[in-house]
């Protein structure tokens, strides 16, 4: 006959496994946020106003070029910002994409005096760390 005893290694063995897993695991965890591999943007805020400062000098100039293009098509002035306009505001939520920042232009208000287009937009940049907002204005004359 068989004698059973009470024998409790085994259980002991695979706690002290488990233990040493979690060891291992929160030190790997602590690896990779110290490595700043958890975060894929730039947590400082650089990006935010990296892009929007790129949008902002290069949109007058944009909104221009392609104003001309409707313009010369047979568009009125404003009709040819307007355009311009929405067609830069897809643009520049596809700019942001690519950057890891969320852009967008916001309240575009376009005027026009005396045959000069005035146009008023704000443009908005939000990463993970941080968000900005900036107006933006100009000037524009077709003719």
């Known amino acids: 006959m068989k004698t ?29 946020k110290s490595a700043g591999l958890s975060m894929p943007y730039d947590d400082a805020g650089e990006s935010t106003i990296d892009a929007s400062s790129e949008v902002a000098i290069a949109l007058p100039e944009l909104a221009e070029s392609r104003a001309k293009i409707w313009y010369e098509g047979g568009l009125s002035e404003y ?13 520049v939520l596809h700019h942001g994409e690519i950057r890891g920042v969320e852009l967008k232009l916001q309240n575009i208000t376009i005027s026009e005096n005396s045959g000069v ?22 000037e524009l004359d077709l003719d």
């Open 117 to 138: 287009i005035n146009v008023e937009c704000d443009l908005g940049a939000a990463d993970r760390n941080s968000m900005l907002a900036r107006n933006i204005s100009f």
């Open 4 to 32: 059973h005893y009470k024998d409790d290694n085994g259980q002991m063995l695979l706690a002290t496994g488990v233990v040493l897993m979690m060891a291992l695991l929160s030190m790997a965890i602590f690896g990779v």
């Open 79 to 91: 009709e040819s910002v307007e355009k311009s306009m929405e067609s830069l505001h897809q643009d």
